[in-house]
DNA sequence: AACTTGTCCTGTCATGCCGTCAGCTTACCG
DNA sequence: CGGTAAGCTGACGGCATGACAGGACAAGTT
Protein backbone atom coordinates (compact mmCIF):
# COMPACT_ATOMS: atom_id res chain seq x y z
CA UNK A 1 0.00 0.00 0.00
CA UNK A 2 1.72 3.51 1.19
CA UNK A 3 4.84 3.18 1.57
CA UNK A 4 6.38 3.69 4.76
CA UNK A 5 6.78 7.19 6.15
CA UNK A 6 9.57 8.79 4.95
CA UNK A 7 11.32 12.24 5.18
CA UNK A 8 11.63 15.29 3.28
CA UNK A 9 15.30 13.88 2.39
CA UNK A 10 14.35 10.45 1.57
CA UNK A 11 15.02 8.56 5.03
CA UNK A 12 12.38 5.99 6.62
CA UNK A 13 11.16 7.76 9.65
CA UNK A 14 11.80 5.40 12.57
CA UNK A 15 9.59 4.98 15.95
CA UNK A 16 10.74 8.23 17.58
CA UNK A 17 10.03 10.15 13.64
CA UNK A 18 6.93 9.35 13.62
CA UNK A 19 5.78 10.93 17.01
CA UNK A 20 7.52 13.86 16.32
CA UNK A 21 5.62 13.92 13.05
CA UNK A 22 2.65 12.93 14.76
CA UNK A 23 3.07 15.97 17.13
CA UNK A 24 3.77 18.35 15.14
CA UNK A 25 0.48 17.76 12.56
CA UNK A 26 -1.23 17.46 15.48
CA UNK A 27 -0.33 21.33 16.71
CA UNK A 28 -0.89 22.18 12.98
CA UNK A 29 -4.55 20.91 13.36
CA UNK A 30 -4.72 22.44 16.75
CA UNK A 31 -3.66 25.99 15.35
CA UNK A 32 -5.83 25.89 12.09
CA UNK A 33 -8.40 25.92 14.51
CA UNK A 34 -7.74 28.58 16.97
CA UNK A 35 -5.96 31.13 14.32
CA UNK A 36 -6.88 32.17 10.82
CA UNK A 37 -5.09 30.22 7.48
CA UNK A 38 -3.19 32.49 6.54
CA UNK A 39 -1.28 33.55 9.39
CA UNK A 40 -0.36 29.78 10.81
CA UNK A 41 3.52 29.81 10.76
CA UNK A 42 5.75 26.92 10.68
CA UNK A 43 7.39 28.40 13.49
CA UNK A 44 4.47 28.29 15.99
CA UNK A 45 3.60 24.48 15.49
CA UNK A 46 7.41 23.58 15.81
CA UNK A 47 7.01 25.95 18.83
CA UNK A 48 4.16 24.15 20.43
CA UNK A 49 5.23 20.73 19.58
CA UNK A 50 8.14 21.97 21.48
CA UNK A 51 10.76 21.15 18.47
CA UNK A 52 12.10 23.39 16.02
CA UNK A 53 11.15 25.12 12.72
CA UNK A 54 14.02 22.85 11.23
CA UNK A 55 12.31 19.34 12.63
CA UNK A 56 9.14 20.18 10.64
CA UNK A 57 11.13 20.93 7.31
CA UNK A 58 12.25 17.18 7.67
CA UNK A 59 8.89 15.97 7.76
CA UNK A 60 7.15 18.63 5.29
CA UNK A 61 7.75 20.59 2.82
CA UNK A 62 5.66 23.29 4.05
CA UNK A 63 2.85 24.17 6.09
CA UNK A 64 0.28 23.70 3.32
CA UNK A 65 2.36 20.20 2.52
CA UNK A 66 1.42 18.81 6.46
CA UNK A 67 -2.25 20.18 5.60
CA UNK A 68 -2.68 17.90 2.88
CA UNK A 69 -1.11 15.44 4.81
CA UNK A 70 -4.43 15.82 7.71
CA UNK A 71 -6.75 16.45 4.60
CA UNK A 72 -6.08 12.94 3.44
CA UNK A 73 -6.48 11.27 6.97
CA UNK A 74 -10.03 13.02 7.15
CA UNK A 75 -11.15 11.71 3.92
CA UNK A 76 -10.48 8.46 4.75
CA UNK A 77 -12.61 9.06 7.82
CA UNK A 78 -15.18 10.40 5.75
CA UNK A 79 -15.75 6.66 4.00
CA UNK A 80 -17.91 6.13 6.54
CA UNK A 81 -20.26 8.46 5.64
CA UNK A 82 -21.61 6.66 2.58
CA UNK A 83 -23.28 4.49 5.26
CA UNK A 84 -25.70 7.36 6.12
CA UNK A 85 -27.36 7.19 2.63
CA UNK A 86 -26.39 3.47 1.15
CA UNK A 87 -29.02 0.95 1.70
CA UNK A 88 -31.34 3.25 3.19
CA UNK A 89 -34.88 3.56 2.17
CA UNK A 90 -36.61 6.60 1.11
CA UNK A 91 -40.07 5.09 0.50
CA UNK A 92 -42.72 6.03 3.06
CA UNK A 93 -42.20 6.70 6.30
CA UNK A 94 -38.99 5.72 6.32
CA UNK A 95 -37.97 8.81 3.78
CA UNK A 96 -37.80 11.77 6.12
CA UNK A 97 -35.99 9.41 9.00
CA UNK A 98 -32.95 8.17 6.23
CA UNK A 99 -33.54 12.38 5.56
CA UNK A 100 -32.79 13.65 8.91
CA UNK A 101 -29.98 10.99 9.94
CA UNK A 102 -28.50 12.29 6.78
CA UNK A 103 -28.94 15.51 7.54
CA UNK A 104 -27.63 15.00 11.13
CA UNK A 105 -24.61 12.86 9.99
CA UNK A 106 -22.83 15.02 7.86
CA UNK A 107 -23.37 18.26 9.89
CA UNK A 108 -21.32 15.99 12.70
CA UNK A 109 -19.02 15.28 10.76
CA UNK A 110 -18.34 18.89 9.38
CA UNK A 111 -18.51 20.09 12.51
CA UNK A 112 -16.02 18.45 13.54
CA UNK A 113 -13.40 18.57 10.98
CA UNK A 114 -14.23 22.07 10.29
CA UNK A 115 -11.22 23.46 10.72
CA UNK A 116 -9.31 21.37 8.11
CA UNK A 117 -12.46 21.41 5.87
CA UNK A 118 -12.14 25.16 5.83
CA UNK A 119 -8.83 25.26 4.53
CA UNK A 120 -9.76 22.53 2.15
CA UNK A 121 -12.70 24.25 0.70
CA UNK A 122 -10.41 27.36 0.43
CA UNK A 123 -7.71 25.09 -1.68
CA UNK A 124 -10.68 23.01 -4.00
CA UNK A 125 -11.98 26.98 -4.76
CA UNK A 126 -8.42 28.42 -5.54
CA UNK A 127 -7.97 25.63 -8.02
CA UNK A 128 -5.32 23.12 -6.11
CA UNK A 129 -6.14 19.96 -7.93
CA UNK A 130 -4.99 17.80 -4.44
CA UNK A 131 -7.65 19.68 -2.27
CA UNK A 132 -10.01 19.62 -4.80
CA UNK A 133 -9.27 15.96 -5.04
CA UNK A 134 -9.78 15.72 -1.23
CA UNK A 135 -12.82 17.62 -1.01
CA UNK A 136 -14.69 15.63 -3.94
CA UNK A 137 -13.62 12.43 -1.73
CA UNK A 138 -15.52 13.68 1.18
CA UNK A 139 -18.38 15.01 -0.91
CA UNK A 140 -18.96 12.11 -3.22
CA UNK A 141 -19.27 9.75 0.07
CA UNK A 142 -22.29 11.35 -0.05
CA UNK A 143 -22.81 12.27 -3.29
CA UNK A 144 -22.44 8.79 -5.15
CA UNK A 145 -24.81 6.51 -3.32
CA UNK A 146 -27.40 10.02 -3.14
CA UNK A 147 -27.07 9.58 -6.92
CA UNK A 148 -27.96 5.87 -6.95
CA UNK A 149 -30.69 6.34 -4.63
CA UNK A 150 -32.47 9.12 -6.85
CA UNK A 151 -32.00 6.98 -10.23
CA UNK A 152 -33.88 3.98 -8.67
CA UNK A 153 -36.38 6.34 -7.35
CA UNK A 154 -36.82 7.72 -10.85
CA UNK A 155 -36.77 4.61 -12.27
CA UNK A 156 -39.78 3.61 -10.21
CA UNK A 157 -41.20 6.73 -11.84
CA UNK A 158 -41.25 8.13 -8.23
CA UNK A 159 -39.63 11.23 -8.88
CA UNK A 160 -39.06 13.60 -11.53
CA UNK A 161 -36.97 12.11 -14.21
CA UNK A 162 -36.32 15.64 -15.74
CA UNK A 163 -33.73 16.67 -13.92
CA UNK A 164 -30.19 14.84 -13.69
CA UNK A 165 -29.21 12.49 -11.07
CA UNK A 166 -25.91 13.67 -10.08
CA UNK A 167 -27.07 17.30 -10.31
CA UNK A 168 -29.65 16.99 -7.83
CA UNK A 169 -27.35 14.66 -5.53
CA UNK A 170 -24.40 17.54 -5.82
CA UNK A 171 -26.69 20.20 -5.17
CA UNK A 172 -27.97 18.40 -2.20
CA UNK A 173 -24.48 17.42 -0.63
CA UNK A 174 -23.66 21.06 -1.63
CA UNK A 175 -26.40 22.67 0.56
CA UNK A 176 -25.34 20.38 3.32
CA UNK A 177 -21.79 21.54 3.22
CA UNK A 178 -22.47 25.23 2.84
CA UNK A 179 -25.06 24.65 5.63
CA UNK A 180 -22.53 23.06 7.53
CA UNK A 181 -19.48 25.34 7.30
CA UNK A 182 -21.47 28.61 7.71
CA UNK A 183 -24.13 27.28 10.60
CA UNK A 184 -23.61 30.83 11.75
CA UNK A 185 -25.31 32.46 8.93
CA UNK A 186 -28.29 30.82 9.58
CA UNK A 187 -28.12 32.26 12.95
CA UNK A 188 -28.01 35.46 12.06
CA UNK A 189 -31.42 34.38 9.86
CA UNK A 190 -33.27 33.85 13.03
CA UNK A 191 -32.54 29.99 12.29
CA UNK A 192 -31.90 28.45 15.84
CA UNK A 193 -28.57 25.78 14.99
CA UNK A 194 -30.92 23.35 17.04
CA UNK A 195 -33.67 24.22 14.42
CA UNK A 196 -31.40 23.85 11.41
CA UNK A 197 -31.62 19.75 11.48
CA UNK A 198 -35.44 19.84 11.25
CA UNK A 199 -35.50 22.89 8.29
CA UNK A 200 -32.89 21.05 6.02
CA UNK A 201 -33.78 17.28 6.21
CA UNK A 202 -37.49 18.04 4.88
CA UNK A 203 -35.53 20.08 1.78
CA UNK A 204 -33.39 17.07 1.32
CA UNK A 205 -36.67 14.59 1.21
CA UNK A 206 -38.07 17.23 -1.53
CA UNK A 207 -34.91 17.43 -3.66
CA UNK A 208 -34.36 13.28 -3.59
CA UNK A 209 -38.78 12.37 -3.68
CA UNK A 210 -39.49 15.57 -5.82
CA UNK A 211 -42.36 15.90 -3.46
CA UNK A 212 -43.68 17.13 0.36
CA UNK A 213 -42.31 15.04 3.39
CA UNK A 214 -45.24 13.31 4.97
CA UNK A 215 -45.52 13.66 8.08
CA UNK B 1 -21.42 60.36 4.80
CA UNK B 2 -18.29 58.62 4.74
CA UNK B 3 -15.44 61.12 5.14
CA UNK B 4 -13.01 61.63 2.92
CA UNK B 5 -10.92 59.00 2.39
CA UNK B 6 -7.53 58.87 4.81
CA UNK B 7 -4.29 57.59 4.86
CA UNK B 8 -3.34 55.49 8.07
CA UNK B 9 -1.78 58.12 9.59
CA UNK B 10 -4.66 60.21 9.36
CA UNK B 11 -3.88 62.54 6.66
CA UNK B 12 -6.71 62.97 4.06
CA UNK B 13 -5.79 61.78 0.55
CA UNK B 14 -5.52 64.05 -2.37
CA UNK B 15 -6.08 63.19 -5.99
CA UNK B 16 -2.96 61.82 -6.47
CA UNK B 17 -2.69 59.39 -3.62
CA UNK B 18 -6.44 58.13 -4.36
CA UNK B 19 -5.17 57.17 -8.01
CA UNK B 20 -2.57 55.25 -5.68
CA UNK B 21 -4.55 53.77 -3.34
CA UNK B 22 -7.04 53.07 -6.25
CA UNK B 23 -3.94 51.18 -8.43
CA UNK B 24 -2.79 49.29 -5.35
CA UNK B 25 -6.52 47.91 -5.07
CA UNK B 26 -6.92 46.94 -8.34
CA UNK B 27 -3.29 45.20 -8.55
CA UNK B 28 -4.35 43.04 -5.35
CA UNK B 29 -7.45 42.42 -6.61
CA UNK B 30 -5.66 41.01 -9.31
CA UNK B 31 -3.01 39.07 -7.46
CA UNK B 32 -6.33 37.34 -5.22
CA UNK B 33 -7.22 35.89 -9.06
CA UNK B 34 -4.20 34.65 -9.53
CA UNK B 35 -2.39 33.42 -7.15
CA UNK B 36 -2.99 31.52 -3.55
CA UNK B 37 -4.60 34.05 -0.62
CA UNK B 38 -1.91 33.00 1.91
CA UNK B 39 0.82 33.26 -0.90
CA UNK B 40 -0.06 37.35 -1.94
CA UNK B 41 2.33 39.16 0.02
CA UNK B 42 2.33 43.11 -0.05
CA UNK B 43 5.31 43.29 -1.65
CA UNK B 44 4.17 41.52 -4.63
CA UNK B 45 1.32 43.76 -5.24
CA UNK B 46 3.74 47.24 -4.39
CA UNK B 47 6.15 45.63 -7.23
CA UNK B 48 3.09 44.97 -9.58
CA UNK B 49 1.19 48.91 -8.71
CA UNK B 50 5.01 50.17 -9.25
CA UNK B 51 5.34 51.32 -5.98
CA UNK B 52 7.03 50.54 -2.73
CA UNK B 53 5.76 48.12 0.13
CA UNK B 54 5.70 51.43 2.50
CA UNK B 55 3.41 53.26 0.20
CA UNK B 56 1.15 50.44 0.80
CA UNK B 57 1.05 50.43 4.56
CA UNK B 58 0.28 54.29 4.30
CA UNK B 59 -2.95 53.31 2.83
CA UNK B 60 -3.71 49.97 4.38
CA UNK B 61 -2.72 48.42 7.92
CA UNK B 62 -2.10 45.07 6.19
CA UNK B 63 -3.20 43.03 2.92
CA UNK B 64 -6.34 41.88 4.85
CA UNK B 65 -7.59 45.57 5.42
CA UNK B 66 -7.00 45.90 2.01
CA UNK B 67 -9.41 42.69 1.00
CA UNK B 68 -12.03 44.24 3.48
CA UNK B 69 -12.06 47.29 1.05
CA UNK B 70 -12.47 45.46 -1.64
CA UNK B 71 -14.75 43.12 -0.69
CA UNK B 72 -16.98 46.00 0.85
CA UNK B 73 -16.88 47.55 -2.84
CA UNK B 74 -18.71 44.41 -3.90
CA UNK B 75 -21.15 44.37 -1.24
CA UNK B 76 -22.11 47.62 -2.44
CA UNK B 77 -22.58 45.99 -5.94
CA UNK B 78 -24.36 42.80 -4.60
CA UNK B 79 -27.86 45.66 -3.79
CA UNK B 80 -28.11 44.61 -7.38
CA UNK B 81 -29.07 41.30 -7.10
CA UNK B 82 -32.27 42.15 -5.28
CA UNK B 83 -34.14 42.93 -8.01
CA UNK B 84 -33.63 39.47 -8.78
CA UNK B 85 -36.47 38.33 -6.53
CA UNK B 86 -38.44 41.75 -5.92
CA UNK B 87 -41.28 41.98 -7.07
CA UNK B 88 -41.17 38.81 -9.78
CA UNK B 89 -44.02 36.06 -9.39
CA UNK B 90 -43.46 32.47 -8.72
CA UNK B 91 -46.72 31.88 -10.08
CA UNK B 92 -48.19 29.92 -13.16
CA UNK B 93 -45.49 30.28 -15.97
CA UNK B 94 -43.73 32.76 -14.70
CA UNK B 95 -42.22 30.56 -12.04
CA UNK B 96 -39.97 28.76 -13.46
CA UNK B 97 -38.70 31.97 -15.46
CA UNK B 98 -38.19 33.83 -12.45
CA UNK B 99 -35.90 31.29 -10.73
CA UNK B 100 -34.02 30.51 -13.98
CA UNK B 101 -33.35 34.52 -13.87
CA UNK B 102 -32.54 34.24 -10.28
CA UNK B 103 -30.01 31.66 -10.84
CA UNK B 104 -28.66 32.79 -14.05
CA UNK B 105 -28.01 36.38 -12.13
CA UNK B 106 -26.84 35.09 -8.79
CA UNK B 107 -24.27 32.39 -10.40
CA UNK B 108 -23.21 35.26 -12.70
CA UNK B 109 -22.62 38.01 -9.91
CA UNK B 110 -20.42 35.33 -8.11
CA UNK B 111 -18.41 34.51 -11.41
CA UNK B 112 -17.67 38.00 -11.68
CA UNK B 113 -16.05 38.21 -8.12
CA UNK B 114 -14.81 35.00 -7.10
CA UNK B 115 -11.61 35.99 -6.27
CA UNK B 116 -12.92 38.24 -3.45
CA UNK B 117 -15.68 36.19 -2.46
CA UNK B 118 -13.38 32.83 -2.22
CA UNK B 119 -11.63 35.18 0.48
CA UNK B 120 -14.47 36.41 2.01
CA UNK B 121 -15.97 32.97 2.26
CA UNK B 122 -12.79 32.22 4.19
CA UNK B 123 -12.82 34.80 6.42
CA UNK B 124 -16.63 34.06 7.31
CA UNK B 125 -15.61 30.59 8.42
CA UNK B 126 -12.89 31.76 10.44
CA UNK B 127 -14.91 33.57 12.67
CA UNK B 128 -13.81 36.75 11.47
CA UNK B 129 -16.79 39.52 12.26
CA UNK B 130 -15.88 41.97 9.58
CA UNK B 131 -16.01 39.33 7.11
CA UNK B 132 -19.24 37.62 8.02
CA UNK B 133 -20.97 40.94 7.76
CA UNK B 134 -20.01 41.20 4.26
CA UNK B 135 -21.01 37.93 2.99
CA UNK B 136 -24.19 38.42 5.00
CA UNK B 137 -25.07 41.21 2.71
CA UNK B 138 -24.10 39.77 -0.38
CA UNK B 139 -26.61 36.44 0.73
CA UNK B 140 -29.43 38.78 2.00
CA UNK B 141 -29.61 40.66 -0.99
CA UNK B 142 -31.33 37.55 -2.64
CA UNK B 143 -32.16 35.76 0.75
CA UNK B 144 -34.80 38.82 2.02
CA UNK B 145 -36.26 39.08 -0.88
CA UNK B 146 -36.67 35.41 -1.07
CA UNK B 147 -38.26 34.97 2.16
CA UNK B 148 -40.63 37.37 1.76
CA UNK B 149 -41.90 35.25 -1.20
CA UNK B 150 -41.82 32.49 0.25
CA UNK B 151 -43.53 33.87 3.56
CA UNK B 152 -46.28 35.28 0.68
CA UNK B 153 -47.06 31.83 -0.90
CA UNK B 154 -47.38 30.21 2.69
CA UNK B 155 -49.91 33.09 3.20
CA UNK B 156 -52.00 32.03 0.11
CA UNK B 157 -51.90 28.70 1.19
CA UNK B 158 -49.86 27.75 -1.76
CA UNK B 159 -46.45 26.38 -0.02
CA UNK B 160 -45.48 24.23 2.68
CA UNK B 161 -46.35 26.24 6.04
CA UNK B 162 -44.11 23.53 8.00
CA UNK B 163 -40.83 24.96 7.25
CA UNK B 164 -39.01 28.41 8.02
CA UNK B 165 -39.22 30.71 5.18
CA UNK B 166 -35.92 32.24 6.67
CA UNK B 167 -34.50 28.60 6.58
CA UNK B 168 -35.80 27.73 3.54
CA UNK B 169 -34.48 30.97 2.16
CA UNK B 170 -31.30 31.05 3.49
CA UNK B 171 -31.00 27.35 2.56
CA UNK B 172 -31.65 27.86 -1.35
CA UNK B 173 -29.37 31.19 -1.54
CA UNK B 174 -26.45 28.73 0.39
CA UNK B 175 -27.21 25.98 -2.38
CA UNK B 176 -26.51 28.95 -5.11
CA UNK B 177 -23.12 30.28 -3.40
CA UNK B 178 -21.86 26.67 -2.82
CA UNK B 179 -22.42 26.20 -6.25
CA UNK B 180 -21.24 29.54 -7.79
CA UNK B 181 -18.05 28.92 -6.05
CA UNK B 182 -17.01 25.16 -6.59
CA UNK B 183 -18.60 24.72 -10.55
CA UNK B 184 -15.65 22.65 -10.81
CA UNK B 185 -17.26 19.92 -8.47
CA UNK B 186 -20.54 19.97 -11.04
CA UNK B 187 -18.03 19.13 -13.50
CA UNK B 188 -16.72 16.07 -11.68
CA UNK B 189 -20.00 15.02 -11.34
CA UNK B 190 -20.48 15.21 -15.41
CA UNK B 191 -22.85 17.67 -14.82
CA UNK B 192 -21.71 20.64 -17.61
CA UNK B 193 -21.04 24.47 -16.95
CA UNK B 194 -24.27 24.75 -19.07
CA UNK B 195 -26.66 22.32 -17.55
CA UNK B 196 -26.03 23.52 -14.27
CA UNK B 197 -28.49 25.95 -14.55
CA UNK B 198 -31.21 24.11 -16.11
CA UNK B 199 -30.68 21.78 -13.18
CA UNK B 200 -30.23 23.98 -10.06
CA UNK B 201 -33.66 26.43 -11.47
CA UNK B 202 -36.05 23.14 -10.65
CA UNK B 203 -34.78 23.04 -7.48
CA UNK B 204 -34.61 26.69 -6.19
CA UNK B 205 -38.84 26.74 -7.53
CA UNK B 206 -39.02 23.30 -5.75
CA UNK B 207 -37.57 25.20 -2.51
CA UNK B 208 -39.73 28.30 -2.89
CA UNK B 209 -43.07 26.40 -3.89
CA UNK B 210 -42.78 22.98 -2.63
CA UNK B 211 -43.74 22.03 -5.74
CA UNK B 212 -43.10 20.59 -9.08
CA UNK B 213 -41.89 22.75 -11.56
CA UNK B 214 -44.63 22.80 -14.45
CA UNK B 215 -43.63 22.26 -17.69
C1' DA C 1 32.50 -1.27 27.15
C1' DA C 2 33.83 0.30 22.88
C1' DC C 3 32.27 0.47 18.16
C1' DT C 4 29.08 0.92 14.28
C1' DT C 5 25.14 2.35 11.92
C1' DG C 6 21.38 4.81 10.88
C1' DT C 7 17.84 7.82 12.84
C1' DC C 8 16.74 12.16 14.85
C1' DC C 9 17.23 16.87 16.25
C1' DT C 10 19.03 21.57 16.33
C1' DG C 11 22.42 25.63 15.74
C1' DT C 12 23.48 28.44 12.29
C1' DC C 13 23.26 30.91 8.10
C1' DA C 14 21.71 33.35 3.81
C1' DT C 15 17.70 35.14 2.01
C1' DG C 16 13.58 37.65 1.77
C1' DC C 17 9.33 39.75 3.59
C1' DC C 18 7.27 42.67 7.34
C1' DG C 19 6.13 46.99 9.15
C1' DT C 20 7.93 51.58 10.69
C1' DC C 21 10.17 56.03 10.45
C1' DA C 22 12.67 59.98 9.07
C1' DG C 23 13.32 62.68 5.47
C1' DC C 24 13.05 64.00 0.75
C1' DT C 25 10.03 65.42 -3.24
C1' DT C 26 5.88 67.16 -5.21
C1' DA C 27 1.63 69.74 -5.61
C1' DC C 28 -1.26 73.33 -4.22
C1' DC C 29 -2.46 77.92 -2.50
C1' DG C 30 -2.17 82.60 -1.02
C1' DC D 1 7.81 82.58 -4.27
C1' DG D 2 7.53 80.72 0.12
C1' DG D 3 4.70 77.92 3.21
C1' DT D 4 2.20 73.82 4.05
C1' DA D 5 0.41 69.47 3.63
C1' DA D 6 0.39 65.37 0.72
C1' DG D 7 2.99 61.73 -1.28
C1' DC D 8 6.72 58.55 -1.73
C1' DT D 9 10.78 55.78 -0.60
C1' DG D 10 15.38 54.18 1.39
C1' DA D 11 16.83 52.08 5.14
C1' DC D 12 16.47 49.32 9.16
C1' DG D 13 15.51 45.91 12.96
C1' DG D 14 12.83 41.90 13.39
C1' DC D 15 11.15 37.64 12.10
C1' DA D 16 9.97 33.52 9.01
C1' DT D 17 11.86 30.58 5.60
C1' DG D 18 14.41 26.77 4.05
C1' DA D 19 18.96 24.37 3.70
C1' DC D 20 22.87 22.07 5.74
C1' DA D 21 26.21 19.99 8.59
C1' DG D 22 27.22 18.13 12.71
C1' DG D 23 26.06 16.34 17.23
C1' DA D 24 22.90 13.37 20.18
C1' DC D 25 20.82 9.16 20.63
C1' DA D 26 19.12 4.30 20.34
C1' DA D 27 20.07 -0.43 19.19
C1' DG D 28 22.61 -3.96 17.82
C1' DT D 29 27.56 -6.11 17.29
C1' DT D 30 31.88 -7.65 18.72
Tied chains: 1, 2.
Excluded at 37 to 61: C, E, L
Excluded at 108 to 121: C, E, M, Q, S, Y
Excluded at 183 to 194: I, M, P
Excluded at 204 to 209: E, I
Aim: contains cysteine.
Amino acid sequence: MTGQVRTVDGRVAGRRGQETRQKLLDCLREMLSTSPYRDVKVIDVARMAGTSPATFYQYFPDVEGAVLEIAEEMAKDADTLKELVAGKSWAGKSGPTTSEELVDGFLAFWRKNDAILRVVTLGAAEGDKRFFKIRMTVLNAVAKPLAEAVKELQAKGQADKSLDPNAVAGALVSLLASAAEHQKAFTSWGVKVKDLKPNLAPLVYLGVTGKKAPK
